[in-house]
């Protein structure tokens, strides 16, 4: 038997041991931990036949080691150690162009069940795009904090490390490269995908203020924090999450990016509003808790366990959240509303919800898709308190 052969048979082993309780990269590392006889080289081949799996959503096969043979011939690009797995026909028809191999098995699949919840998608995002997205690993994004690209550049080349820039100031990478070892993260650059990255586009349409008063509500783990530290020459800021843990990290993390200046505080804010002594504030960024349907081409696993009823769910939490924080915002303030969400319900429906219960505008409501970028898709809505 090949090493493919068994590369397959221990995957369909984890599979099957598998409940979505976890990520699924948590759960790999757990289970080679467990087992130390796989080598670096076992554990990635293994792993990306796991992610195949994974990626094919609602598709249907014979069995598990079947699909798991289908996930790795649509979701990768040459044969390579895989060539003693398939029949002489099917390598035949393997080249590196996606839709030659989709064309080639689809007699026998759907492509369009890959995603289980399209009728959910909202009409600007282009279906078929985005559901063929998920057969693809998104790419590692980095944003170069200011005044440092010389030097990372520098450094990538002389580390021998491919990258691109597809936008000014962010970095794509082939995920999983090893980078913690030649730049200084959260100091220098930070890990941040290139939809998020262009979330600053909506802070480039806020006057200059001096010491500008924001708060970023639904912090996590503070990326758009230190996006906006990073944008403003001068920042009076706020942060806050339900999740103590999640406010802990964050510290951590402003400890290496070196942001000192800054207030947090642990609320639920789905419950009521809360009274700030240092509100109002100029800018409230809200990047709210959500389906995370626009980056399950990097946790596919979501394809196969994310329940239906949880769109509701995210959604009442969503214009709780939005209601509860507006009474923060300074007049001629903005609510910035974020999601990596591709529901309606979750984006356009919230956006109605929010005019209809309060007294903002809405300035604009954009999908930063990255589905033909080999990145999250987002969602962002910019409000104002201003009358018109």
């Known amino acids: 038997m090949s090493f493919a052969h068994r590369y397959i048979e221990t995957a369909e082993k984890i599979i099957h041991k598998y409940d979505g309780i976890i990520p699924l990269q948590h759960f790999l590392k757990q289970f080679f931990a467990a087992d130390k006889k796989y080598g670096s080289k076992d554990r990635k081949a293994i792993s990306h036949a796991c992610y195949c799996y994974y990626r094919l959503g609602s598709i249907k096969t014979d069995s598990t080691s079947s699909r798991i043979r289908l996930g790795i011939f649509l979701c990768t690009d040459e044969p390579g150690i895989w060539t003693n797995v398939f029949d002489e026909d099917w390598i035949a028809g393997w080249n590196n162009y996606l839709n030659n191999r989709i064309n080639f098995v689809s007699d026998k699949i759907n492509i369009q069940d890959i995603f ?40 990538l080349t002389q580390a021998h490390i491919s990258f691109t820039e597809p ?138 366990y994310f329940k239906e009823e949880k769109i509701s769910h995210y959604t009442n939490l969503q214009c709780k959240i939005a209601l509860n924080v507006i009474p923060s915002l300074a007049k001629n303030g903005y609510l910035l509303y974020i999601t990596c969400s591709v529901f309606q319900q979750e984006n356009e429906d919230v956006v109605q919800y929010i005019l209809q219960h309060s007294t903002l505008q809405l300035v604009k409501m954009e999908y930063l898709e990255g589905y033909d970028k080999k990145a999250d898709t987002m969602f962002a809505a910019f409000f104002t308190a201003s009358t018109p």
Not at 214 to 221: I, L, N
């Open 116 to 155: 289980p919840l399209s009728h959910h998608l909202s009409d600007k995002i282009d279906k078929d795009a985005f559901v063929l997205s998920h057969l693809v690993q998104p790419d590692l994004h980095l944003r170069i904090r200011p005044g440092n690209k010389k030097k990372i550049v520098t450094a």
């Open 167 to 304: 936008i000014s100031n962010c970095l794509a990478l082939p995920n999983g490269t090893k980078i913690d070892q030649v730049l200084q993260l959260n100091k220098d650059v930070v890990v941040q995908d290139l939809s998020s990255q262009r979330v600053q586009a909506f802070l480039e349409m806020i006057p200059a203020n001096k010491n500008l008063k924001v708060w970023d509500c639904c912090a996590a783990s503070g990326g758009k924090s230190i996006l906006a530290s990073d944008h403003f020459t001068s920042i009076d800021l706020t942060v806050s999450d339900v999740r103590p843990s999640i406010i802990q990290n964050l510290k951590k993390r402003f400890a290496d990016a070196e942001i000192k200046k800054y207030r947090s505080f642990v609320t639920d804010l789905a419950n009521s509003p809360v009274t700030l002594p240092h509100s109002p504030f100029d800018l409230i960024i809200c990047d709210a808790p959500c389906s995370g349907s626009g980056t399950w081409s990097r946790t596919p696993e979501q394809l196969s």
